[in-house]
């Protein structure tokens, strides 16, 4: 089974092995993104439904923050661990998994703190709303506590990934996803015998399918990975490897949490508009995550199949590689904005909302989703520049895309708004005029990246 995946990735062709590898890790990332649309619409119709779902969204920035540090540290692994393979070199991708293990309690034991003394502090600095604090502070602690379903699910997602075993990380994904979305009525609503227990509810199911996830995650590497070799040895933390990772990992994880912070800043710009803003954003944001989601499942698969052919030193497969990512993922970005603007109203309308708020998030879908094709083409390359250990240069886009061109303009656009809600609109035009820039930076990005990685191969 071994040898069988090493062939594959160094030998099936690019076209078909992006199709195999790519469409049970976009399954898998479109589930994420669906339960935490699930969760949200059995939110929005518990008593108090749009206050608890502006808790949520004041929560989320966290939530992202941590699926960041754990996908993120898992890209770091991926990448180095199918390079590894690519050399031949089944004793350092057996560290570099078993470096990612450490790793993964390392960042468990980091947000278990955050959970207990900083999730309070944390939500005061976005609401003084004692209702929406309260319920914000409640789910937010429940995910931080039990964040070793998160955190450790990203890594052995990537482990499994990285040496060809994308089924088995769609089964542990799917299998997470009806578990949270199984348990939300039942623990929000208080059904079969379960107390009711609104948003805590909701974020137990959560943690309830991370964890899940995770275990089935962990059974498959230790029962199907037979590419690295598994024991505490390969535990035992190695500084250069962990180097390693991060050197390639760091630059995935700011671009994941530049998410988180560019969600708490708009969080924060918003409110000062209106409340009815932040809570039409956080609902847009986990509607939208739907497609991205699925762009970046490709992109999670573009990085490892050109990272094993730059591992081998074939140009015409990192090319394929490049050529057939973009394609691909402009397609997905493409398909997704015609299904938002044809089903804006019904989408939007799932949620139990107030009739300026749903007016507010139905406009915030139909303008955002115009930027998705230019997404497609920053999230694809991101993918590649990342394979090249080109790092920096991904980190550049990320940067661009989520901070630099959304923040000062969405702050901008909100003093058109003043009182007037009818003019909320304009804030939307932040997202594509954003995407347009970055995506245009992306191309410039990658001819540089052309010259110095591949072309001298």
């Known amino acids: 089974m071994e040898q069988k995946s090493i062939e594959k990735m160094g030998t099936t062709t690019i076209k078909k092995l992006m199709l195999s590898m790519g469409i049970p890790v976009i399954i898998s990332m479109m589930l994420q993104a669906l339960y935490n649309i699930v969760d949200s619409a059995f939110v929005s119709n518990m008593e108090g439904g749009e206050s608890a779902l502006n808790a949520l969204t004041l929560a989320f920035p966290v939530q992202m923050l941590m699926v960041a540090i754990g996908i993120g540290t898992g890209v770091g692994v991926n990448v180095l661990l199918a390079k590894s393979l690519g050399q031949q070199d089944k004793e350092k991708a057996s560290k570099v998994a078993g470096n990612a293990i450490f790793l993964g309690i390392v960042i468990t034991v980091i947000f278990i703190l ?236 799932v949620f139990k909302l107030s009739g300026t708020t749903e007016s507010l998030c139905i406009s915030a879908v139909r303008i955002i989703s115009i930027g998705f094709a230019f997404a497609g083409i920053s999230i694809s390359l991101q993918g590649v520049l990342q394979a090249l250990d080109c790092g920096l240069l991904s980190l550049t886009i990320s940067i661009s895309r989520q901070l630099l061109f959304v923040l000062p303009i969405a702050w901008i656009f909100t003093l058109f708004i003043a009182d007037n809600l009818s003019n909320a609109w304009i804030v939307w035009l932040t997202f594509p005029i954003a995407e347009i820039i970055t995506g245009a930076m992306a191309i410039g990005l990658m001819f540089k990246a052309h010259k110095s990685k591949i072309k001298s191969l």
């Open 114 to 349: 955050f959970g207990l003394f900083g999730v309070k502090p944390y939500i005061a600095t976005q609401t003084s709303n004692q209702i929406i604090f309260d319920m914000a502070v409640r789910y937010l602690q429940i995910c931080c506590t039990c964040s070793i379903g998160v955190v450790f699910f990203g890594i052995f997602e990537k482990l499994l990934q990285a040496t060809g075993l994308t089924v088995q990380s769609t089964i542990a994904q799917i299998s997470g996803a009806i578990i949270n979305i199984v348990l939300d009525p039942i623990m929000i609503y208080g059904l079969l015998g379960c107390p009711a227990m609104g948003v805590a509810g909701a974020a137990y199911a959560t943690i309830s399918g991370q964890i899940a996830s995770f275990l089935i995650a962990l059974l498959f590497h230790f029962k199907s990975n037979k590419s690295v070799d598994k024991g505490m040895k390969y535990i035992k933390p190695q500084a250069e490897l962990i180097k390693g990772i991060y050197a390639i990992g760091l630059p995935a994880i700011i671009a994941q949490a530049l998410m988180s912070f560019m969600t708490y800043g708009i969080n924060i710009i918003l409110v000062q508009a209106n409340e009815a803003l932040v809570t039409a954003y956080g609902l847009y944001y986990k509607i939208q995550q739907f497609i991205l989601f699925a762009a970046f499942g490709l992109r999670d698969t573009i990085t490892p199949i050109v990272s094993f052919s730059h591992g081998m030193g074939n140009k015409k497969r990192i090319l394929d590689g490049l050529r057939y990512g973009v394609l691909y993922t402009i397609i997905i970005m493409i398909a997704g904005t015609i299904v938002l603007e044809l089903f804006a109203d019904p989408l939007c309308s």
